[in-house]
């Protein structure tokens, strides 16, 4: 239902297309994601765009994935630490699992998600890939 | 804080293709009733615990089914808090009663899992997570512990795979010995280990299943409970918070909010951890079982793996953890678990475990988790002397 949706997805382009995020103008604290209230207190926010690289903090490879998923099964999934200091959750591509670890640099590809809805349509997003 | 149990009512947990959601809630109010010697009548409150009942049975207002179901006009409310609805359902009954509003309450937990695919059931599951930031990224709640596990197992390597695989060999093992278990069954570390990998390092035996079943439990006020001769008391409640998704965290390698919790519940019940006799705690998956005893204070974090090197946590142990089987083996109907701990704290205490019955139980605590951590809640059960 709500993974059939265009304009759930199109609501948050900026940051799935373009790794955009917040900065807290009181305290500085960066963000990925939209956020109510920085852990300052402060509702003031700038956007800001990271640069895509960052490191590895945890990651897994999912082998029973969701229905929108199941084409892509098995995959990685991991939580980056991005070099501006957010930390986000992202796909992990382009690598064996085997070779990934903790602490490896990463950067942000733009990719294919998933397919969805009667018409099919294309959700595209943020993946990661080890450094080149 | 003191608030009587006077019945509690289970069904059968597994693939109840026999009975929908009305028909499961309904067997364990009538058995809780039962139990309570009370009639439909003298309920002045309902609150049901329910997840799933929207997006797998497209049945939502569960909190009115449960009145209906006993052919009573009382208050009657849903609850939801993912897989912690049963313990937050508990929590609303006894402010109910704390408040003068209500005497005597009963309190549900449901959940109808197999009646859709797994890939509908693990949908439906991820939103307890963040689904802007997780779901849409294809996380699943086994991704979302395997991330959880990695994490402390790099921090921590003294949990090894093999004792990681303790908790559900341990689990199953007080399963087989608990008859409304969904598996009844005793495994081995290589049953765990040999097992198909469902998300690095989980494996199908490091996690909970999707069951099907429900749990009522009926609370009175301390003045009724003594009159109706309540063996059980709860005697603390605390619930804490965080943020949905695992990126938001401040650590990875514990759940904080499961500590809050305990911190709150202890210091109502006026306990420490070293007085409480067992626990039913949250082992959604193997790692989360780990990371339960840690946060109730039974061992710091990094060293929960001890409590799993010499059975400990056993029946007959040192600190008897999950004697119902857990969630591993005796299924995990998502709203019904919080519930379903609650009844086996207040078996414990009774004295009516039978074979798997912990010695001089005098406190038990339950402690139940929604989502990857966002909310935990505990409970204190004592033994009425």
């Known amino acids: ?132 | 804080m003191n608030v009587g149990v006077l019945g509690i009512g289970i069904t059968k947990f597994g693939e109840r293709w026999d009975q929908g959601l009305r028909e499961l809630l309904l067997d364990a109010q009538v058995k809780s009733l039962k139990d309570a010697n009370i009639t439909a009548d003298e309920i002045d409150a309902l609150y049901t615990g329910n997840m799933g009942g929207g997006s797998l049975s497209g049945q939502l207002h569960v909190g009115a089914m449960a009145s209906e179901n006993l052919n009573i006009n009382a208050p009657a409310v849903r609850v939801e808090g993912a897989c912690a609805s049963g313990s937050l359902a508990l929590r609303q009954g006894i402010l109910a009663i704390e408040s003068g509003e209500a005497d005597i309450v009963q309190v549900n937990g449901v959940e109808k899992m197999t009646d859709v695919s797994t890939e509908q059931v693990t949908t439906m599951l991820m939103g307890a997570g963040d689904e802007e930031l997780e779901g849409f990224n294809g996380l699943t709640f086994p991704g979302l512990y395997a991330l959880l596990a990695k994490a402390y197992m790099t921090k921590y390597p003294a949990l090894t795979r093999d004792l990681l695989a303790e908790v559900s060999v341990k689990n199953h093992f007080h399963g087989a010995r608990n008859p409304y278990c969904q598996f009844r069954k005793e495994i081995t570390i290589d049953t765990v280990k040999n097992a198909t990998m469902v998300a690095d390092p989980l494996t199908l035996f490091d996690c909970s299943p999707i069951t099907d079943g429900a749990a009522s439990i009926i609370l009175a006020s301390e003045e009724k409970a003594k009159a109706l001769g309540s063996k059980v008391s709860i005697v603390g409640s605390g619930v804490g918070t965080d943020s949905l998704s695992l990126a938001r965290r401040q650590t990875l390698t514990a759940i904080p909010a499961g500590k809050i919790a305990a911190k709150k519940a202890y210091a109502q019940a006026g306990i420490t951890a070293e007085q409480v006799s067992f626990a039913e705690v949250h082992d959604c998956f193997t790692i989360a079982e780990i990371m339960a005893v840690e946060a109730l204070g039974f061992a710091k974090e990094g060293e929960g793996y001890k409590l799993y090197e010499n059975k400990d946590t056993y029946f007959d142990g040192r600190i008897p953890i999950n004697t119902s089987g857990g969630l591993k083996a005796c299924g995990h109907p998502v709203g019904a678990t919080g519930i379903k701990q609650a009844i086996e704290a207040t078996m414990q205490l009774r004295g009516t475990a039978k074979d798997r019955q912990v010695k001089n139980a005098e406190i038990g605590v339950t402690h139940n988790v929604g989502g990857s951590g966002a909310t935990a809640a505990v409970h204190v059960f004592k033994k009425v002397k």
């Open chain 1, 1 to 132: 239902m709500f993974r059939d949706s265009s304009i759930i997805r199109w609501r948050n382009y900026s940051d799935r297309y373009m790794l955009e995020g917040y900065g807290c103008t009181n305290c500085g604290k960066k963000y990925f994601e939209k956020k109510g209230m920085c852990v300052c207190g402060s509702l003031d926010f700038n956007n800001l765009s990271f640069c895509g690289k960052g490191k590895i903090v945890s990651f897994t490879k999912i082998h029973s994935g969701p229905e929108v998923f199941q084409e892509q099964t098995p995959y990685c999934v991991g939580i980056i630490d991005l070099d501006e200091g957010a930390r986000i959750t992202a796909q992990i591509v382009d690598s064996k699992y085997e070779e990934l670890s903790i602490g490896q640099d990463v950067e942000a590809v733009f990719r294919k998600f998933y397919k969805s809805g009667k018409k099919g349509v294309i959700h595209y997003g943020t993946k990661f890939r080890p450094k080149f």
